[in-house]
């Protein structure tokens, strides 16, 4: 079965760029997503089809995918930003979720 | 406006046969592209995709869980149904539908619910 990992976690400093890696194999043939979830609250999506934002999510997420490995990128990080994020890919008409990232930001 | 809703026990025994309901506004599941998921996170653990039903009825399943899941729908309602036999502690869980769109060849997970927490314990 195809599988998505992610670092258990990324520390970044305030306005610092952080980012989040997700691998698999040839996961750049494929299109990741990214959530993000905060304490007690469900997922958000931030990222879909490698590198789109949906309406209402800033600027500073971007997204990547090439070879082996999806990146969510997160300029000027905030406080705000201190989440999980998941990434998630669709194989073989499944649904995969990889094992999420806590960002700190300190 | 999307909204969706789960509903469901709170609290169900071993062996038991668990059946969630997500209740949803804003989008008719007889839109060609739409579907709706359902996605389950263990305390302090990570999100786990369980099943996804298609605005044709197609349904597809996680393949380590398939056996055990059924999901079906109610347009009329404006209803997605999963049911889970034979539960066991180790599916508690918060239990999540979500609004399912497809984009050049992607799914992903637009909106979801607020979810709900089944703890199965005897």
């Known amino acids: 079965s195809y599988e998505l990992t992610q670092p258990p976690s990324v520390s970044v400093s305030p306005g610092q760029t952080a980012s989040i890696t997700c691998s698999g194999d040839?996961?750049?043939?494929?299109?990741a997503c990214w959530y993000q979830q905060k304490p007690g609250q469900s997922p958000v999506l931030v990222i879909f089809?490698?590198?789109k934002r949906p309406s209402g999510i800033p600027e500073r997420f971007s997204g990547s995918n090439s070879g082996n490995t999806a990146t969510l990128t997160i300029s000027g990080t905030q406080a705000m930003d201190e989440a999980d994020y998941y990434c998630?890919?669709?194989?073989?008409?499944?649904?995969?979720f990889g094992g999420g990232t806590k960002l700190t930001v300190l | 406006q999307i909204t969706l809703k789960e509903s469901g026990p709170t609290l169900v025994k071993p062996t038991q046969t668990l059946t969630l309901t997500c209740t949803f506004s804003?989008?008719?599941?007889?839109?060609?592209?739409?579907?709706v998921g359902w996605i389950r996170q263990p305390p302090e653990k990570a999100l786990e995709w369980l099943a996804l039903?298609?605005?044709?009825?197609?349904?597809r399943y996680s393949p380590s869980l398939k056996s055990r899941f059924t999901i079906t729908k109610d347009t009329s309602k404006n209803q997605v149904v999963l049911t889970m036999i034979n539960m066991d502690p180790v599916d508690t869980a918060t239990y999540y539908c979500?609004?399912?769109?497809?984009?050049?060849?992607?799914?992903?997970?637009?909106?979801w619910g607020r979810g709900t927490l089944v703890t199965v314990s005897s």
């Open positions: 039903i298609y605005w044709n009825d197609d349904k």
């Open positions: 979500a609004h399912s769109m497809s984009t050049g060849g992607s799914r992903y997970f637009d909106l």
């Open positions: 804003g989008f008719s599941l007889r839109t060609n592209g739409v579907g």
């Open positions: 089809q490698d590198t």
């Open positions: 040839k996961l750049g043939d494929k299109y």
């Open positions: 998630q890919a669709w194989d073989s008409n499944t649904v995969i």
